[in-house]
């Protein structure tokens, strides 16, 4: 009730203003308040408690750029779409089919109504996918987290950051229940060093947050109370400067995002990581005129911003570049795993020492692990599941069956791994664009339909990450 009366306005307001999202903080404040209410009532939470929570409120507000606002959101979006301007200069009026959204004309959307019978399908259909979801990413992620986590030994370096977070709330909840059940408000005895520097460093990120937020949010909030145009002193969504820069860096978008959680994620990344990413950012802006002097950026024109400068450069070349990196990632991935797979085998062949733990056995006991097996039957009952709904609300044929085969037992474990991976050594992710737009065009098939239904292709690698989270708390 709280995220969805506080929360959830909260960051469709932050996302129709600025494009942004509340995002953990909106998971982080609701923990807070919950953690204050238990203390209270003389029952404070655990971390472990505490992160479960966290993740619940998280499931609560998630979302995407285009639909802020939790799950429910897509629905109103689609009870927008369907009747919208652009559907009908298409000449798409009464096109889509029930399962997606009732008809533009339906009493379900003339009267704005989430109960109407006419909505019972889409939202049954949702929640089916949502569940399937839910059911693959765990069971993906599980085995990829024992793949690069238990086997490989990768880092994560931002799981502990996370877990921190936890760790530090869950301490000053500790010290203050102490403290109040010694009568004593003001100390319960000598608090560790680390778990008092530890929950100085938390609240001193949330007042660099509140700060941040007034600027960016709250001074544009509150002058378009009383005028007609709100001051924004930070630049949203981004400060365009392209339109500056074209004469000394033609075909070059080079906005900047005024974003102080990308600054300070920036210092907690391995510094290579950083490196890397700064190396290539200088290297795209360079070789953006370079390319376009050569004639390989055709489509870009002088007075372009930014958003249109890196859309007609991703369809004239970046695209096809950022489909070669993702291979490549994924062919220098597969040849590590199966290198380290193959050492630990060998090392466990020569020592022949029956105490020597197995290659895939968890590396502690009692951790909450089952076999692998069960991971990926699991995900194979789910993605078939999938499977069959699409081809249920398809027209059928055997090339879109055959893309749909290879998205949910070939694509989304290669993506999700290389993402795992990426996660583990860096922080950070990659992703093939436009994978499913491409095989949609390639098989031929025609119809709405195809663009609409749940099409079982997914990134599963963050999971991954939160079950690191998990293992550190």
Known sequence: IFCGLVMIPGSIYLGLMTGGQLGPAASW???ILFMEISRRAMKPLNQQELVILLHAAHVMMVGSLL???????????????VG?????????LGAFPGWFAPAHDSEAILTRNLFHSDWFVPILLMLFVLAIGLVQRYALGYLFFRV?????????PLAPVQAQGAMALAESEESSTQAELANNVETSGPVDELKGKRWRIFSLGAYIGIAFGVIQIGVPAITSLFLAKPIFLLPQPFWDTTTLTEGLLPAAPTGIAIDAGLFLTGMVLPFWAVLGTFVAVV???VLNPILHFFGYLPTWQPGMDTVNTMFSNEVD??????IGAALGIAVISIFATVRALRKASRERRVSRDKSVKKMWDPP???RGDYPLWIAVGIYVIAAIALIGVSLILIPFSVTIALFLFIFA???NPLISYINARLLGIAGQTVDIPYTKEMAFMFSGAEGIEIWLAPIPIENYGHQTQAFRVSELT
Not at 67 to 81: H, I, M, N
Not at 317 to 322: C, D, G, M, T, V
């Open 29 to 31: 404040v609701t923990v």
């Open 283 to 285: 290297l795209t802006t």
């Open 84 to 92: 919208s301007d652009a559907v009908r200069d298409a000449g798409l």
């Open 317 to 322: 070349f970046w695209l096809s570049f950022k």
């Open 364 to 366: 502690v006991k009692g």
């Open 67 to 81: 639909f802020p606002g939790g799950p429910l959101a897509q629905l109103v979006f689609r009870a927008y779409l």
């Open 409 to 411: 037992f070939i694509y």
């Open 148 to 156: 690069t986590s238990d086997v490989e030994g990768l880092p994560f």
